[in-house]
């Protein structure tokens, strides 16, 4: 993941962050894998996507859940993109964790101008809101489950 994150081109929407360094990303990990906030007011959910027919890893899914809202975040490495990975991840992830019928809220926060991400949210249901957070990033969300 440490190669995989170190490629600039995966923040062309995201230029003042940082690429990780090991260390960095070790940490974060490890922070991510308690599975929820201090204060219990959040779950954290992770997954590293890997190649089935080779096991590389291949970018990640990240799903934040607080009450009955989920916000998803997704990466694939440049190499593996355009072959409809993040859309079999966050699909995934969704049926996993938003079920139809749960009522659960899944969203999205994505930069203007980012049609890759726009396309993967139209692709697993989201819609673009009127919503703009604090970072200038659109919400994508679904119709309740
Ligand atoms: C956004 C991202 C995860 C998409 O990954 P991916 O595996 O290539 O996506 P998919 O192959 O599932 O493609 C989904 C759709 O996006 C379209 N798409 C992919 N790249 C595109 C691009 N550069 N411009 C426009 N549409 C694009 C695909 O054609 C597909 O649409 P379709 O199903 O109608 O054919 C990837 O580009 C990425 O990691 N970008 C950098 C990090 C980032 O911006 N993350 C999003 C944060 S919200």
């Known amino acids: 993941m440490v190669d995989l994150l170190a490629d600039r081109a995966l923040y062309r929407f995201y230029d003042d962050e ?3 360094s090991l260390d960095e990303l070790r940490e974060r990990y490890a922070r991510q894998s308690a ?3 201090a204060d219990g007011s959040e779950t954290w959910h992770n997954w590293i996507l890997r ?6 890893v291949a970018g990640f899914v990240q799903a934040t859940v607080a009450g009955d809202v989920v916000d998803l975040a997704w990466v694939v490495g440049t190499s593996y993109q355009g072959q409809g ?3 079999e991840a966050t699909l995934a992830v969704c049926d996993a964790i938003a079920p139809a019928g749960s009522g659960v809220v899944v969203q999205a926060h994505i930069a203007p101008g980012n049609a890759a991400s726009e396309a993967v949210a139209g692709r697993i249901g989201l819609a673009l ?3 703009v957070d604090a970072d200038g990033e659109r919400l994508w969300r679904s119709p309740a489950g």
Do not use: F, I, N, V
């Not at 190649?51 to 590389?56: C, E, F, I």
């Open 18 to 20: 940082a690429s990780p």
């Open 35 to 37: 599975g929820s906030s």
């Open 51 to 56: 190649l089935l027919a080779t096991g590389s």
């Open 85 to 87: 990975l993040a859309t």
């Open 129 to 131: 809101t009127s919503d």
